[in-house]
């Protein structure tokens, strides 16, 4: 049985990160032919840690001109490891025909703090209602 842990590191990459209309995140890393959306909630799920954030930090970063290219790229170093289970579950080469490119699928995860201490979940797939954040 393989450890995943001794594994090496999927490589990856952020493809966008925007924001919708009640402040929330959503950040898209993408790890060979598959979509990573990970969330960033101001209001995260009940059984969190409701302030002092991890990812309202960010949230707060993003939404300011001055810093939010700098915490583009913080974020996505952050996310990263943080994302390297889920990447090596799930990250998949599909080809490069039109087909594959149809079936590339997405994978929905969200950003929590828990006891201070940032985790990524899987979560079912969400609607954002968008506009541009930070367009990559």
């Known amino acids: 049985m393989t450890d995943c842990s001794l594994s090496p ?25 598959t979509l990573f959306k990970v ?15 991890v990812e309202g930090k960010f949230l707060k970063r993003l939404a300011n ?14 996310l990263g490891p943080l994302c390297q289970p889920f990447f090596k579950s799930y990250a998949r080469y599909f080809g490069d025909s039109l087909k594959s490119h149809l079936k590339n699928p997405e ?3 969200q950003l929590v703090t828990d006891k201070g201490v940032p985790k990524v979940f899987k979560t079912p797939p969400f609607h954002v209602i968008s506009y541009p954040m930070l367009q990559l």
């Not at 590191?9 to 032919?33: F, M, R, S, T, W």
């Not at 290219?69 to 170093?77: G, P, S, V, W």
Request: aromatic share 8%; hydrophobic share 40%; proline share 5%.
């Open 9 to 33: 590191v999927v490589p990856y990459a952020l493809i966008n990160c925007h924001g919708d209309v009640q402040g929330d995140a959503e950040v898209v890393l993408k790890a060979k032919q």
């Open 39 to 53: 969330r960033l909630a101001r209001q995260p799920p009940e059984e969190f840690d409701q302030s002092e954030t």
């Open 65 to 78: 001109r001055r810093t939010a290219e700098i915490a583009r790229e913080d974020l996505a170093d952050f």
């Open 107 to 109: 994978v929905f995860l």
